[in-house]
């Protein structure tokens, strides 16, 4: 059988969720095979040469096949397109102010960051918190209303993080899935793109997915 655990994660530590409790979940699924967001180079320095990653998830992952014998395939290989860091700034600059414009938003990171700190990854993990993390919309919304100058390219920027990554990263899934019988796979990769990922994995149903690992 051929069966992907898919793991939303945070890029940071926040409460319970952290290295530690990712390490624990690894343990428990017991993967042969470690799909993660991350670069071949990144995987290379961090699994080749050992040096220690900056990310809770690499120190989890580095930590996991230290101790057991599992696959890491880095699946986040597509380019940043050149003017990837101009786009980032000016819609970080969009949101950054605090106003009655995207007040919505910012008390639902709150809302975020408590539940995360408190529920763990297994939280996260859920489809209450597919249906509570609404802050893609609400960042469109905002921008649609009030800074409708920068809409192109915010859906530039979108388009790049969510569409374009997500999409290499799935063929890369697939054309190693289609090689192989069977495999016990996680693969660990940011909170936020779990809603947009199910739906394009959907799409292929010769694997057996684990979606809500919080639910369980």
């Not at 990837?84 to 009655?100: G, H, T």
């Amino acid at each position: 059988m051929k069966k992907i655990t898919l793991i939303g994660t945070m890029h940071k530590e926040i409460g319970k969720c952290n290295g530690n409790i990712l390490y624990d979940i690894l343990e428990k699924i017991k993967p042969d095979v470690i799909f993660e967001e991350t670069k071949k180079y990144k995987n290379m320095l961090t699994y080749t040469w050992g040096i220690d990653p900056i990310s809770p998830e690499l120190r989890a992952i580095q930590k996991y096949v230290q101790n057991y014998n599992a696959e890491c395939i880095p699946v986040d290989n597509l380019e940043k397109p050149g003017n990837f860091d101009e786009l980032e700034k000016i819609f970080a600059e969009a949101i950054m102010d605090k106003n009655e414009g995207n007040e919505e938003l910012y008390e639902l990171f709150d809302i975020l960051q408590e539940y995360m700190s408190i529920n763990g990854i297994e939280g996260i993990n859920t489809k209450y918190f597919d249906n509570l993390n609404k802050k893609n919309e609400l960042c469109e919304k905002y921008i649609r209303n009030y800074k409708i100058e920068i809409l192109d390219r915010y859906n530039e920027y979108k388009n790049y993080i969510y569409s374009q990554r997500e999409e290499i990263m799935i063929e890369l899934i697939y054309n190693y899935a289609n090689k192989k019988e069977c495999f016990n796979a996680v693969f660990v990769i940011g909170v936020d793109h779990r809603v947009t990922l199910i739906e394009r994995l959907n799409k292929y149903s010769n694997i057996n997915y684990n979606f809500y690992y919080g639910d369980n």
